[in-house]
């Protein structure tokens, strides 16, 4: 659900937010550090309550499937663990590509984010799955 909520932001954000093209991070010279400092802004500065959600919830999502990921290690079963991990780290490009979105406004990062929510909560319900056949 939580990757559903964050999705939905992600699609209000996009389609309702006018984003400034010049605001801090943007167009910067070195990827992640332009990408960390437009998410910064997003959060603290834009004044813009859906993006302001949209990267806080982004980063709660980020801690929240990293956690998911030791909670699964301890479990000590593989798939769950594999698939956890993979969860993890499409939720971790999201929120790369999420970063920079505003950054370079190109389409493909959109494209990405969403492919890889798809994959993030495609892992999770191989976890559901694998937990309800207990």
Known sequence: MA?????????????FVSIPAAHPGSRPPEHFAGSATSVAWAITSSGLPALVFHATWGLVLGFGSLALAASARRLRRHGITVAAVAGFLCVLGTGFNGGSFPDFDENFSSMLMASLFALAALADLV???ALAGD
């Open 3 to 15: 990757l559903l909520v964050q999705f939905l932001a992600g699609m209000w954000v996009n389609l």
């Open 127 to 129: 976890i559901l799955n």
